[in-house]
Each structure stands twice: as structure tokens, then as C-alpha cells.
């Protein structure tokens, strides 16, 4: 009898362990998903979003750092640039692999095997007519949006509904006496990364597409397929006048015999 009952308090506590890692499993999963929507992204924001306490959020971003499948990164005040940098939470390579796309190791291949039997030209075909149906679906999206912010800023939106998780911020640099004034387009996820790893092709026909979509010369600075955080495009939007610092006036001293009469 006692034995039986002792068998039986164990498969409970055995599937009571079991439910609580489950449960466990599932809120790291949630937090890690949060923080591919919203990456970079801060603990605070995080418990804000998520409904849980700092300590938790914590909890489970020092798991997923332990893991390897977020970073943390370090970011200035973007409206005073004072101050200490605050600690932003992105995924690493690593969780975006986990994130991706289970067929883009078949795609991959087939592009070799493409390339192999018709040239790096047919791949770069490829490549173009990937983007041409998504430059569609854009370029219907921003009929009537003007200016380059408010174009750069949609267009960050139509990447978050395909998965690219994009986002805007602004950016001032001062070049002699004129404020050079520009958009950064940023991406934080890239569902062909691999891919595009392997094929930088694709990197360049959607910087291409970008600057058909926004009306001018656009640069990218970093790729997360080239190993940074997130996709960055440099969108210039003009310029404008910088202050003008105050002329610096020296007092000339003569001597007597120079002093003018």
C-alpha cells in the first residue's frame, strides 16, 4: 500500500515538473518573440508588453543570453545622446536561426545547383523577381505617402508585416555649415538570412528596391546577413543650416611707432 501510494505521488510530482518546464519553456519562448518584434528592446519595455515583473523578465533574458539566443546591446540616448547607454536586448544569429526558416537550407541548395547549371546571372534573375512582387505590393502601399520620412517610416511597416520586424530613426550630422539630415531604415530580422548569407545578391536587389520605393540614392551600412545586429539603410531626407558659431576676434596691439595717426 505504501508503495503504490509512493509511486503514485511521484508520477505527480513528476508531471508537475514536467507542466512547470513546460510553462517554463513557453514564457522564454514568448519573451524571445518579443524581442525579435521589438529588438532592440529593453527589460522594462519588455515586462511592459509582456504583463511580467522586471525580475521575471530578467530572469528569462539572463537564460536566453546563457543560450545564446539574444545579446545585449548597448544604445545612446537617442533624444539628448546624454547620459549613460541604456541596455537593449536583440537577437543573436543564433536565435534568429532558431526563428528561421526550416526551407531555407533546400532553397540555398537549390541556388547552388541553379548557379552550378546557369551562372551567377540566372541567380541574380532569381533575386529580381523576388523583389519585384514584394516592390509591387510596396509601391501600392505608399502611393500618396510624401516625404521621405513619412515614405521611410511606411516602408518600415510593410517590413514589419512581412516579418522583417523594421523600424526608423532619425539621424543629424553636422558637415561644415549644413545639418545633413537622414533616415536610418533598420530591420531587425531577416527571414532569408542564410540565404542572402550565402547570396549577397539578395542584399543588394532589396537595397535597390528601397531606393525605387523612397525616391532616392540609398546606402546600406550594415546587413545581418554581413554579421551586424540589424539591417541598416542610410536614407538621406536633405539638409538644413547648421548653427553659426560666433567669429573669434583678435585685438591687434602696435607699438608706438606703428600705432596708426
Do not use: W
Amino acid at each position: 500500500m505504501y508503495s503504490s501510494n509512493s509511486d503514485t505521488a511521484s508520477t505527480t510530482t513528476g508531471t508537475t515538473v514536467d507542466a512547470v518546464g513546460d510553462t517554463e519553456e513557453r514564457t522564454r519562448d514568448r519573451v524571445l518573440n518579443a524581442v525579435l518584434e521589438d529588438g532592440p528592446v529593453s527589460a522594462a519595455e519588455l515586462g511592459t508588453k509582456l504583463g511580467f515583473t522586471p525580475a521575471a523578465v530578467r530572469r528569462h533574458l539572463d537564460a536566453l543570453s546563457k543560450t545564446g539566443l539574444v545579446e545585449v546591446k548597448l544604445v545612446a540616448n537617442q533624444k539628448s545622446g546624454a547620459g549613460r547607454p541604456s541596455r537593449r536586448y536583440v537577437l543573436s544569429h543564433r536565435g534568429q536561426t532558431k526563428l528561421g526558416n526550416d526551407y531555407l537550407d533546400i532553397a540555398t541548395q537549390a541556388l547552388k545547383v541553379l548557379g552550378d547549371a546557369a551562372g551567377e546571372d540566372a541567380i541574380r534573375k532569381f533575386a529580381q523577381d523576388r523583389f519585384a512582387t514584394m516592390e509591387s505590393r510596396y509601391a501600392k502601399a505608399l502611393d500618396g505617402v510624401e516625404g521621405l520620412e513619412e515614405r521611410a517610416a511606411k516602408l518600415s511597416e510593410l517590413l514589419s508585416s512581412d516579418g522583417f520586424v523594421g523600424y526608423t530613426r532619425k539621424v543629424e550630422a553636422k558637415v561644415s555649415t549644413a545639418l545633413m539630415r537622414s533616415v536610418q531604415l533598420c530591420q531587425g530580422h531577416c527571414p532569408i538570412q542564410d540565404l542572402a548569407r550565402e547570396f549577397p545578391v539578395f542584399c543588394d536587389m532589396e537595397t535597390e528596391m528601397f531606393a525605387r520605393l523612397v525616391g532616392v540614392d540609398v546606402r546600406r551600412l550594415s546587413t545581418l546577413a554581413g554579421g551586424g545586429h540589424v539591417c541598416t539603410t542610410h536614407i538621406p531626407v536633405g539638409r538644413g543650416k547648421a548653427p553659426i558659431r560666433a567669429e573669434k576676434r583678435t585685438r591687434i596691439k602696435f607699438t608706438k611707432q606703428e600705432r596708426p595717426r
